[in-house]
């Protein structure tokens, strides 16, 4: 085209390989920098307890840590994944507790082997978010009510079906599974979260279906006039929402090597806290994959840190919200001051 | 009102948009902006307006220094603009909209019947078919720059600012328009006029100042010592091209899109053609006669409740826009880039790549930022879109940048059929030029084109026949001669007289001209 290689007046603003350093390069540097502002924050509260506190780095406490940081990295998964599309699912925890029973009642009530009881019940977490998904893309409600009220129907399914009855005598190799453990204090459940992290991440970045689900989520009428089908990516959001659920539900069973009807109840606070401190927008559109993990190695250090502080457990919600609210607040006058600096106001 | 900027600089990341601009405008003048795509017309405007502050230079208001911080002092100083980018509250009433931050009341509530009235009177200046009580998310994208147009006006400020008001809008309201301005320059305000459209700039403008990359490369000369062609030279360093498409004769290719007696749940009627094998078919209408939604009906985005369309040979009926694009490979280009066509948060790769992701992915799904940059770059390069990189975000681009995004994607999208709405509003006539030529160069490849245009002279460039609809309904349709006067005139006296009356003979009636 003539019109076009004519005049390339100014070189900085015609696209080159060599200019696309700088952009991207500043991209980077902002989403790094909300990162690494985390992992501080996370260290000074590591080098804080270690101080008053020897016994917090000690092998017992590091495995302890590390069970529970792989659950709340999954919790933390699951919402990730529909916040990614701009909705959200306030019913993880029921998915997740519906899971555990499922698996709790095929292994003590069936006989069935743990891995293929396993399987069954990730299914299952599956298909509830499925449901979760269809409901939302075919009635036009915000997820929101939706998952608000699937949220109280699975429980309730759960708890008539199962009677509120904990099946204790599972197998004996679940129970050994969360024993494991590899260098001294590592779980295996966290080798799997950071499996799961590894997978999301590539999704996310290198698949069609993940660069989708942000299409969708940022701008869900241009995504679809683009041949985005937004209804299918949606409805497989929160499908894999359900079978994350369902995953930190069983990694749950493992650590107490029992599935009880209480797990979940505790998840809602902790599934948005990861994701929204490691910098994914709750409208939608951008995650953070690694910040979701920083993000809850944070609750999963403040829940440890107050356990071995002897600070009662009814200071931890309070401790939560506050964080939360902080997090939230922070990343508002970030935006803020950089809102400022690009309009040229200082 | 004299408004003076005095050597203003603003740089963003990896951008220099305005490098020492000194401006000035005088009361009772219509004063023309120009330049490039990102030459930096809507930086100064948002300068001048208080949304920017330079980074280094100063305002003069009657010579007085005036530091804006924001919009609010603007308009307390008696400067108000119509930006680029919408401004206006979706699930409000147009009447609402106009008159927001100072909606008049009666015992401490709103007067509703007051809103009404005066939102009317600035209304009927431009378009008084629009209602004032209209939802603005029901407009259509003209009717929205129309209730712009018109919330600026009822500020009746002593400095206007206009960014690209005619961008979508079609010769009637445009005319109506330029009417006001007159009335508003005689009354010695001071008006700014941006537009990418030279004829309205030589018609309205007593001076003219054109920016080329940040800089004045003509600092405020009078039209009449400016011709079309120094104007052009000062924007873009050389002389204007126009696309050559040529004569080209499709008569016997295969028929790839067609409709019979088609009617839609918006209210079309009978709508009947024939798009053939890399043929550019025009669709030439008045804002509101049913155009754009047309297209959304056979993208399968409206219902169609009548009639059958086929592609290929083949009786389809397509349920959903992905569908279209996939299986029938059918794409649209949105008129409305920010809602429609653009993910303004995501850098310029994705917004492009979007379209091809699913063809580049490899068998697991995986797509390669090297595959996507193999597409994206020429592209960009191709269309001269200005950005630092093309990881920039769309939303940080020139408006007509982003437009120069959302066709590109549709370029790399590889789709047979394209439906293209207004491809070219706000886009500087050098890119202008390079953009008919790409639409041409497609069809040379076999791709099918159905233009949407409200622009005559684009539409007599670049189509090979002619459609005009009214009223949600075809009205007409003509041979392309491809000169520009006798067309213009034909197409003109079918919208005005319909179809029984410009059918068969010559075209006649007097407003047949504009356009
Ligand atoms: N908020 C922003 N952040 C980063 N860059 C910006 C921003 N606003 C404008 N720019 C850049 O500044 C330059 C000038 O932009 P501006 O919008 O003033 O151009 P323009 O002359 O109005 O162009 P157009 O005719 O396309 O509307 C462009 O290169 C644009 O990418
Ligand atoms: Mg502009």
Redesign the interface.
């Known amino acids: 085209?003539?019109?076009?290689e004519?005049?390339n007046?100014?070189p900085?603003?015609?696209?080159a390989?060599a200019?696309?350093?700088?952009?991207?390069r500043?991209?980077f540097l902002a989403e790094s920098g909300n990162l690494i502002g985390l992992a501080a924050i996370v260290l000074i509260f590591w080098v804080v307890l270690t101080s008053l506190r020897p016994g917090f780095i000690s092998n017992f406490n590091l495995f302890t840590l590390s069970r529970s940081l792989a659950i709340d990295i999954v919790i933390g998964f699951s919402t990730m994944v529909v916040l990614a599309t701009g909705g959200m699912n306030l019913a993880i925890g029921s998915i997740g507790v519906c899971a555990v029973m499922a698996a709790g009642f095929l292994m003590q009530g069936l006989g069935l082997p743990p891995l293929v009881a396993f399987a069954a019940a990730l299914a299952l977490g599956a298909a509830l978010g499925w449901l979760n998904g269809f409901a939302i893309v075919r009635s036009g409600v915000n997820s929101f009510i939706i998952t608000l009220a699937s949220a109280s129907l699975y429980l309730g399914a759960m708890l008539i079906l199962s009677k509120a009855v904990t099946f204790n005598e599972l197998p004996a190799a679940v129970a050994d599974f969360g024993k494991l453990r590899f260098g001294g204090f590592v779980s295996p459940l966290l080798i799997i979260a950071l499996a799961i992290g590894a997978a999301l991440i590539?999704l996310f970045r290198?698949?069609?279906?993940g660069?989708?689900i942000?299409?969708a989520g940022?701008?869900p009428?241009?995504?679809?006039?683009?041949?985005?089908?937004?209804g299918r990516v949606v409805i497989i959001a929160h499908t894999l929402s359900g079978a994350l659920a369902g995953a930190a539900g069983l990694m749950l069973v493992a650590r107490l090597g029992a599935a009880m009807p209480s797990i979940g109840q505790d998840w809602l606070l902790p599934s948005f806290l990861a994701p929204v401190l490691g910098g994914t927008l709750l409208s939608g559109?951008?995650v953070s994959v690694i910040g979701t993990m920083l993000g809850a190695l944070l609750v999963t250090t403040i829940r440890s840190g107050l356990l071995v502080m002897q600070v009662g457990n009814f200071w931890l919600q309070l401790f939560l919200g506050v964080i939360l609210l902080a997090a939230v607040m922070l990343d508002r006058y970030r935006g803020k001051v950089a809102e400022r600096r690009?309009?040229?106001?200082? | 009102m004299r408004l003076t900027v005095e050597d203003i600089g603003k740089s963003f990341p990896g951008v220099t948009a305005l490098d020492g601009v000194s401006f000035e405008i005088r009361p009772g003048e219509i004063h023309a902006l120009m330049g490039e795509n990102g030459a930096g017309k809507s930086t100064l405007i948002k300068i001048i307006t208080g949304l920017y502050r330079p980074d280094r230079g100063r305002l003069l208001v009657d010579g007085v220094p005036a530091d804006f911080h924001s919009p609010r002092d603007a308009i307390a100083a008696g400067i108000s603009a119509v930006h680029q980018e919408r401004n206006l509250i979706p699930r409000f009433t147009v009447g609402e909209n106009i008159l927001l931050e100072r909606l008049p009341r009666r015992h401490g509530l709103v007067d509703y019947g007051r809103v009404h009235r005066e939102a009317r009177r600035f209304l009927d200046m431009i378009d008084p078919s629009i209602d004032t009580r209209t939802e603005v998310r029901r407009l259509s994208v003209a009717q929205m720059q129309i209730v712009e147009i018109a919330k600026a006006l009822s500020l009746e400020a002593g400095v206007l600012l206009l960014d690209e008001p005619t961008a979508s809008i079609t010769g009637h309201e445009a005319d109506a328009l330029f009417a006001v301005l007159r009335r508003l320059k005689a009354e010695g305000k001071a008006i700014v006029f941006v537009s990418h459209k030279l004829e309205e700039v030589t018609a309205i403008s007593d001076r003219v100042t054109v920016l080329r990359d940040g800089k004045v490369a003509a600092a405020g000369e009078p039209i009449a010592s400016m011709s079309r062609g120094r104007i052009v030279s000062a924007m873009i360093g050389r002389e204007e091209r126009v696309a050559e498409i040529g004569e080209r004769d499709l008569r016997d290719r295969t028929a790839v899109l067609e409709a019979r007696g088609v009617a839609t749940a918006l209210g079309h009627r009978d709508i009947g053609f024939t798009l053939r094998k890399g043929e550019i078919l025009g669709l030439y209408g008045l804002v509101g006669a049913g155009r754009t939604e047309l297209a959304r009906a056979l993208i399968g985005d409206v219902r169609i409740t009548a009639g059958e369309v086929r592609v290929n040979g083949r009786p389809v009926a397509i349920a959903s826009v992905p569908e279209a694009i996939r299986r029938h490979r059918i794409g649209y280009i949105s008129e409305d880039r920010k809602a429609e066509g653009l993910i303004l948060a995501h850098p310029v790769r994705s917004n492009v790549a979007i379209t091809v992701w699913r063809r580049i992915a490899s068998a697991l799904g995986l797509v390669g930022r090297g595959a996507e940059r193999r597409i994206v770059e020429p592209l960009v390069r191709k269309l001269d879109l200005k950005t630092p990189s093309i990881e920039q975000g769309v939303g940080k681009l020139s408006g007509g940048n982003q437009q120069k995004v959302s066709i590109a994607k549709w370029l790399a999208a590889g789709v047979e059929i394209l439906i293209i709405d207004e491809p070219t509003v706000g886009i500087d006539i050098k890119t202008k030029t390079a953009i008919h030529e790409l639409i041409a160069e497609i069809t040379r490849d076999g791709v099918s084109v159905l233009l949407i245009s409200s622009d005559m002279p684009e539409m007599i460039t670049l189509a090979d026949r002619i459609l005009v609809m009214r009223d949600f309904a075809l009205v007409g349709e003509i041979e392309n001669s491809r000169r520009y006067e006798p067309m213009s005139r034909r197409i003109m006296s079918f919208i005005h007289q319909g179809a029984e009356g410009a059918a068969e003979n010559e075209p006649n009636g007097p407003e047949a001209a504009h356009g």
């Open positions: 085209m003539t019109a076009t004519t005049l007046p100014d900085v603003m015609t696209v390989d200019n696309e350093a700088p952009a991207r500043g991209a590539v290198f698949t069609a279906l660069r989708e942000l299409a940022a701008n009428r241009a995504a679809e006039l683009s041949g985005v089908p937004v559109g951008a690009s309009l040229g106001r200082r």
